[in-house]
């Protein structure tokens, strides 16, 4: 907010008072959790807000001067009420809140908010707005819609998740409602985010879908900008990399949204809630299992424990409790896995507390923001005879707001308000993840950037904290300021982490020779999400039309064959241009390495082949004296044809390779393969081959053999199918 003549220049102040008399109670205090809580023995927890002062709390915000505000959704579940921001005040400086007043209303159906200039984004279906308080009298008096179309519908289901990039974009995750979106001022052009989350440019006026969206509530950014993702039961996803990266065409996997929580049971994740437990009223048996995951929420405050740093936590609003994730690197991404058996970081036995959203802010504490209802489930999902009998309403006036903090913090909280908003580069490398990255938005947005520039610059080069460097690469590029020599030389840093961000950051650079020579260098790095970035660079690079080198289709072969059981990796590998694609295949061909993955691989790269082929490819892509003869290969060959019929017709001379191939293939005494070139004898307007008839007369005595092997049924009956 911009300050006034009078209260916020004393803000600052009050705020850093505020912060210090409860980080020496916290540290001088061994009080026991609330009533009804259990939580880690390192930990307190404090009640610092609650009804009347807030209601209804969905999530809670600091602006740069360390003021609290707190978003009020009364209108759940039946969207009756309109939302609005509090402003939370402590007035006597204790670390609680003792009253609040109205920032913003008539917010709509509201689910989330975050600081942006000097005010705020408001996820508020179906539009997106910027308020402000232009007149420092604490109440927001102007009003700009964005971005409009998104989705009315089932309020558990609406955007939200806003939250402040790396890269100085927004994201928002879907929830499911979707919607076709534009921007404010033109309806043209409308993107439309079903199935996936949405990144958002607002100083570039751009948009694009970031990745599969889990559905869930909320969206956590590690210290590096690696995304994390959470729904009802699958409980922790990490968007590997994003969507802009994936080629039209499909791949396998068909999206970059992965697993990584711990899922023992049926593919449910087990979870130990405290007290008696009233199962999810359409899912009974996810009972003592993640049901109602949301809220994710990585930690980087800096003054937990160090074995807390990096840190994932997940609420589950439906068992009252919230659920610690040590995450671990794998392949390129991640596992969550849990760090004490049999407890949970956080539980209660009081059936209303409701743990939404979890945040941090300038003390480096972790908030819970706590909905407070006696029912959560939306009606859409509990049955009429049942919801006749439920008063879904009841503790719609409560709401409260915990604070967790260590009884030994590691760190200090953050003090100096008035030089963050004065001098935000001089912080960019703090310990604590809310004022790095409040620093470099104000970089970005701010007025006076170019005053930055030289000291950015230094910071950048200078490695003793990446952190740091990191921030400042992507402070220069959000203004657009951003040098070549920089990014290479943060190419070789020691830290995985800030080699990724260079190599992303090259992604906007005009092509070199080299930024060329690094990215294929770094082919060979020992980080495996290094390597998979570099693929995926080089490909962006190369979609440029910069001269590639015959040691550069080289060095990617290498590394294919090194990885190929990294099924990211591989994914990777099919974002490449398809000629570069076509040599790669090429040497898989000639490979008999059986690692897992190679034959996945040999599938979907053969059968892309064709998507884009001509007459003249697909003659030598039907080659018979460059085509293997084992049945993956011809498998994918006879699909590949599939497709390419979808769009195109043959020719006589391709005609006369494909009943070559089809003679081939139904040589072998491989089922699914016979399946494969049946289907495509039919698409042809081809009569079934004498050995299909043969073998279907065995399918249907096997189909109905009860004593036969499933698998071999099935296949089978797919024979049969055609």
């Known amino acids: 907010m911009k300050a006034p003549i009078l209260d916020n220049q004393m803000l600052p102040s009050r705020f850093v008072a505020a912060a210090m008399c409860l980080w020496l109670c916290s540290c001088m205090s061994n009080s026991p959790a609330p009533d009804g809580f259990t939580i880690h ?281 919230i659920h610690r ?38 003390d480096g504490a972790m908030y819970v923001i706590d909905m407070h209802r006696e029912i959560i489930e939306h009606p859409e999902w509990i049955p009429d005879k049942l919801e006749q009998e439920m008063n879904l309403t009841a503790g719609m006036e409560q709401g409260r707001i915990y604070r967790i903090s260590p009884k030994t913090p590691s760190g200090e909280p953050f003090q100096n308000f008035a030089a963050l908003t004065d001098e935000p580069i001089n912080f960019l490398g703090h310990p604590n993840q809310w004022v790095r990255t409040t620093a470099q938005r104000l970089i970005v947005t701010g007025e006076h950037q170019e005053r930055n520039l030289e000291r950015l610059a230094e910071m950048a080069i200078d490695q003793s904290n990446t952190l740091q460097s990191m921030h400042a690469l992507w402070c220069l590029q959000g203004l657009q300021k951003l040098e070549e020599a920089l990014v290479i030389a943060a190419t070789q840093s020691a830290d995985p982490n800030l080699v990724e961000s260079a190599l992303q950051l090259a992604d906007d650079l005009a092509p070199s020779t080299q930024l060329l020579d690094r990215e294929v260098a770094l082919l060979e790095h020992p980080h495996p999400r290094v390597r998979m970035q570099a693929v995926l660079s080089l490909g962006h690079l190369f979609q440029e039309n910069i001269e590639r080198k015959s040691s550069d289709i080289q060095s990617l072969t290498t590394l294919l064959l090194n990885d190929i059981s990294n099924p990211y990796t591989r994914l990777a590998f099919q974002t490449l241009p398809l000629d570069i694609q076509s040599q790669l295949l090429a040497t898989l061909w000639s490979t008999t390495d059986d690692r897992e993955g190679r034959d996945g691989l040999i599938s979907i790269m053969t059968r892309t082949q064709f998507v884009a082929a001509s007459q003249e490819d697909l003659q030598q892509l039907l080659d018979s004296k460059k085509l293997p003869k084992d049945a993956p290969t011809l498998a994918a060959v006879l699909s590949g044809l599939h497709d390419f019929l979808t769009n195109h017709d043959l020719d006589r001379s391709t005609l006369g390779a494909t009943k070559q191939l089809l003679s081939m293939s139904e040589r072998t005494d491989d089922l ?51």
């Open 41 to 321: 023995p390192d930990f307190e927890l404090d009640l610092v807000a609650n009804e009347p002062i807030v209601r209804d709390p969905v999530q809670m915000e600091f602006d740069q001067y360390g003021q609290a505000y707190v978003l009020q959704f009364p209108g759940y579940p039946h969207g009756d009420q309109e939302g609005s921001i509090v402003r939370l005040v402590d007035e006597d400086q204790d670390g609680h809140y003792e009253s609040g007043s109205t920032f913003a209303e008539n917010l709509s159906l509201a689910s989330s908010f975050m600081a942006w200039k000097d005010g705020f984004l408001v996820a508020a279906v179906p539009d997106l707005i910027f308020i402000r308080d232009s007149d420092g009298d604490h109440v927001a008096d102007e009003r700009q819609v964005l971005i409009s179309g998104f989705e009315v519908g089932n309020q558990q289901h609406n955007v939200n998740g806003l939250i402040y990039t790396l890269d100085n974009c927004i994201l928002l995750a879907n929830g499911y409602n979707g919607g076709k979106i534009h921007w404010a001022d033109s309806h043209e052009d409308s993107l439309d985010m079903s199935g996936h989350d949405l990144k958002i440019d607002l100083l570039n006026h751009t948009m694009e879908l970031l990745g599969r969206t889990s559905g869930g509530h909320e969206i956590a950014l590690d210290n590096a900008g690696h995304i994390f993702v959470t729904h009802n039961t699958d409980y922790l996803k990490h968007i590997v990399f994003p969507a802009h990266y994936l080629p039209p065409y499909r791949t396998d996997p068909p999206h970059s949204l992965e697993d990584i929580g711990q899922y023992e049971d049926n593919g449910l994740g087990r979870i130990f809630p405290i007290g008696a437990q009233v199962s999810r009223v359409n899912h009974p048996e996810q009972a003592g299992y993640f049901s109602g995951a949301c809220g994710i929420f990585h930690y980087g405050g800096g003054v937990f424990p160090p074995d807390f740093d990096g840190n994932i936590f997940v609420a589950d609003v439906v068992t009252n409790l």
């Open 325 to 362: 994730n040590r995450i671990e690197d794998h392949n390129g991404s991640y596992r969550g896995k849990r760090v004490r058996e049999d407890v949970e970081f956080l539980a209660s036995t009081d059936r209303h507390f409701r743990p939404v959203t979890i945040n941090s802010g300038p």
């Open 672 to 722: 699914a393969l016979l399946a494969t070139a049946s289907k495509l004898r039919k698409q042809l307007g081809l009569p079934l081959s004498a050995s299909y008839r043969t073998t279907s007369q065995l399918s249907r005595e096997i189909v109905l053999d009860q004593t036969a092997g499933t698998e071999l049924r099935v296949v089978h009956l797919n024979l049969l199918a055609l």
